[in-house]
């Protein structure tokens, strides 16, 4: 694999959406976006949208894809996810998690479960096979992002009350908690793994994003750069280099050896929801309250 140029380029920058962006997901040769106006919608390589979803009510607030399945998921403020065929968009599946709302979804990497954080604070471990789902009760506020490492080992799901609980997925069973220095209890409002499947990356309400080690009782780094709430983060093909998203409106590239911001970029005019780094072309997606999607390259 080429080394990442940590200098991004902007190459597309359009409006996506009549209202704001919540998510974006690269899969197969495409990109997909989740908006506030209820649809979904399918752009290819020339950012042409090539296909919209209405079939969702409220929001769009999270997109999952699992590449062994060549399967996606939605969840919206509807409190439904459909899982779909990402050749020809056809429902595979619809989870019902009413009235428990649902937020965030991540597919375990082999497709067969996903998981999906809740308003009452709990992890669903939804089957693909069954249709059922387990609760996994976290003793926790809102639970507001999840996200599986690489090998699927490990969950970790971050809530609204400043805390980042670890979930072992061979037994579903919560086995360690993190909490951020903040002095308040700011929100956590995503996580990722790095490639390395113990260390993972937490956006704070409090500006800044913590690097943890799941084998280290608390944090072992932080990003410092942006002026208000850190939004999103994703880790990249480089296990150095981490991007990070705010309500700021700014994007930031990270070395995380040194811990510094390597470069900010400045093309949404809203906070930034959402990044989508994809390895295979080292491009990444953004999306933003303002209604656009910006692609940036990184080759």
Known sequence: MEPLNLQGKIDNSFEAHSDSVWSVCWFSDTLSTGSIDETVKIWNKEW?????????????????YNQKTNSFAVSSIDSKIKVRSAENYAIKKIFNAYPVETWSIAFHPDGELLASSSKLGNVNIWSLATGKYEPINLNSTFSMCVRYNQDGSLIAASSA??????????????????????SNDHAIRQVKFNQNINTFFAASDDSNVYIFDVRQESHIGVLTGHSSWALCVDSTSDINFVITGSSDSKIKTWDTRTQKSIETIEIHKDQVWDLAFDPITSKLASCSDDGTVAIHSFK
Not at 162 to 179: E, G, L, P
Request: glycine letters at 2%; a positive charge.
């Open 48 to 64: 042409k949208n090539i296909e919209t979803l209405e079939d969702h009510s409220w929001g769009v607030v999270s997109i999952a």
């Open 161 to 182: 009350n400043n805390s980042i609980s670890i979930i072992d997925t061979t037994r579903n069973t919560k086995v360690k908690n993190f909490k951020t220095p903040a």
